[in-house]
């Protein structure tokens, strides 16, 4: 069964910083792996997607990664801004698409 | 195109009526999914069709809840009778391609209060 995981839950960074979250998966049969992005009361905005063929994706401040092998993604936001500050959330698509419980981001200004 | 359209956005009942969520897909995308959001669980897929057809519903939780897509650009999701445990917020999404290929594209949820 795929189990994905979110580490931290939480995390708090100066205005500036680069930063790195992680996402973890338990089986690497996967077609793909989404990163999203959540505002409070609000849906989910896709920020990049990687094939399971592709290492990472970029857009603009964002960079992610996969390791299908070890079963690990990371979302690296670069200059991070207090508009920035929100809940990142991973799915991973295999025979389920399966999320973790996110990260809630909070920048500080 | 407007995206994934959701309606309501809000919807207060209460225990033991009828709930019905509506979803219209983006237009071409031919699978479409319902999760269910709680701070507890957090994201939970419910079920998915593809090209209308339903595929997998082993997350819909019981026999209260079911769900239809009679046509590419319309599903709807029943909760027949609500109880206070269902308060989450739902979300609709759809894709191009079975199992999410290309990636999902979400709607901005109906947030349900049963009370």
């Known amino acids: 069964k795929q189990e994905v995981t979110q580490i931290p839950a939480a995390l708090s960074v100066p205005e500036g910083e680069n930063l790195v979250l992680n996402c973890s998966f338990t089986d690497s049969a996967i077609y793909n792996l989404q990163w999203f992005r959540q505002d409070p009361g609000k849906g989910l905005t896709s920020l990049l997607l990687?094939?399971?063929?592709?290492r990472e994706q970029t857009s603009g401040r964002l960079n992610a990664s996969l390791d299908k092998s070890s079963g690990r993604s990371t979302l690296y936001i670069a200059a991070s801004q207090p508009g920035d500050s929100a809940t990142y959330l991973c799915?991973?698509?295999?025979?389920?698409?399966?999320f973790g419980k996110g990260t809630r981001l909070h920048i500080l200004p | 195109d407007a995206g994934v359209i959701q309606s309501p956005r809000h919807e207060v009942t209460e225990m033991g009526q009828e709930v019905t969520l509506r979803c219209k897909p983006i237009?071409?995308?031919?699978?479409l999914f319902w999760y269910r959001q709680t701070m507890m669980r957090g994201l939970e897929l419910l079920i998915y069709f593809n090209n209308n057809v339903p595929i997998d519903d082993s997350g819909m939780p019981e026999d209260r809840f079911s769900a239809k897509m009679p046509n590419a650009s319309f599903s709807t999701l029943k909760i027949q009778p609500s109880e206070p445990r269902d308060s989450a917020v739902y979300f609709c999404?759809?894709?191009f391609g079975q199992g999410a290929s290309y990636g999902y594209t979400f709607g901005s949820g109906t947030r349900l209060t049963v009370v």
């Open positions: 237009s071409g995308h031919n699978s």
């Open positions: 799915a991973v698509s295999g025979d389920k698409i399966i």
């Open positions: 999404a759809s894709s």
């Open positions: 990687i094939q399971s063929s592709q």
